[in-house]
């Protein structure tokens, strides 16, 4: 909840920030073309030959219409401005959702607006919860050192080239806190990412929600077993 990601580190912002929620907005239209499983072509009518009888032509029976309008999405993010110089942006925060990390006009507009963040003087953070989908933070997968983990946090301060701080993170470990820039020499923001989580997970109440049983992404058997072993503990599963 990108509210509550908001509320947890508001009150350490000196009272000259201010953090709010902005939301980018765009529509999914259905698909135009598919390869279809049977093709209806036109060709040129033949004359109907001496001799044969009249072929009888099939109406097709009343059908209801329905429109298949666009879907329209909405992501929210976080931008941290300072609070007496209205559209002076210091530093924005991006929480990756699906759409971001598959093909598709959702991560086109991302990638454009990632694009223009690293080109710019604000601070750039971008949190990947997410194990399935395509690497999508700025950090190059190739540069990332060898290991295996499965959250990434990345951090790119205004005005640095091609370098960035990141935090990979596996599943058994514990989500990192992590820098936001401010201004100039005023010290980082500090945000707790696992507390984040966790309030998150206990305000919608999610260990009566989730299905455990089903993994939209699937895990290696050790930490299948590992990930069973800590639900069947906590009384969430059979």
Known sequence: DVDIAVRQPQPQLDPRYIASIEERVYLIEPPSTR?????????????PSEGRGLVTVLEADPAIEINFPATEFRESFIEIHLARKPGTLVSVIEILSPTNKNTGPGRDLYLEKQAEML????????????????????????RMQPGRFEYLVCVHRGGWQNRFHVGPTPLRNRLPRFAVPLVGNDSDLTVDLQAIVNECHNAGRFD???EYERCPSPLSKRDAKWVDEIVRKAGLKD
């Open 35 to 47: 390869y279809p499983d049977v093709q209806v072509a036109r060709r040129k009518r033949r004359k």
């Open 119 to 142: 080109g710019s003087t604000a601070h750039f953070v971008e949190i990947d919860l997410l194990r399935a989908g395509r690497h999508t933070v700025a950090v190059p997968e190739n």
């Open 208 to 210: 009566e929600r989730l």
